[in-house]
């Protein structure tokens, strides 16, 4: 598997752990004010970031790019910020905002590359020779 796939499913398991620990204190004090910040983990962190993890490993030659430790640094550091001040936001403490705001288009761009590795080096990721069968 790519290195850049690896890192992705580790970097995925961490906000599942991260997604599902929100939830659970959600549950066990009923207070379900962090919702916010529980659905990004998870959607964001866990699933978002396996699918990123996933199509690499389906395109070895595209995880091979620069461009995809680049999206993979831009899209994990907004996130890694958003869910935390999204958290603490979602307590009250409205300073969190801008960070909020800031964080989100962060990872808006790091979405916005991983376009631009979906719909280019096409050409790359095509000419590997399949394994011969034995
Ligand atoms: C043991 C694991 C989990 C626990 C204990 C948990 C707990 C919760 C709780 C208590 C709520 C608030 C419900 C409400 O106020 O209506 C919630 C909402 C939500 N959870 Fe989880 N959750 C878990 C896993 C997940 C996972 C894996 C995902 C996504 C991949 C997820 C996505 C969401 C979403 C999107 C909402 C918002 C739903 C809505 O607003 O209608 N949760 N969860």
Redesign the pocket.
């Known amino acids: 598997m790519p290195r850049i796939a690896k890192l992705y499913f580790k970097t995925a398991i961490i906000f599942?752990i991260v997604?599902?620990g929100?939830?659970?204190n959600?549950?066990i004090t009923r207070d379900?004010s962090v919702?916010g910040a529980?659905?990004h983990a998870?959607?964001l962190g866990?699933?978002t970031m396996a699918i990123f993890g996933g199509y690499h490993a389906l395109n070895p030659r595209k995880a091979e790019r620069r461009l995809a430790m680049v999206q993979y640094v831009v899209y994990t550091v907004g996130v890694a910020v958003l869910v935390p001040a999204l958290y603490l936001m979602l307590l009250g403490n409205m300073a969190m905002e801008p960070v909020v705001a800031a964080a989100s288009i962060v990872t808006f761009i790091g979405v916005l590359l991983f376009a631009v590795i979906i719909f280019t080096g096409e050409q790359a990721a095509t000419t590997i020779s399949p394994a011969p069968f034995r």
């Open positions: 599942l997604g599902i929100i939830g659970l959600m549950a379900h919702i529980h659905a998870n959607l866990w699933v």
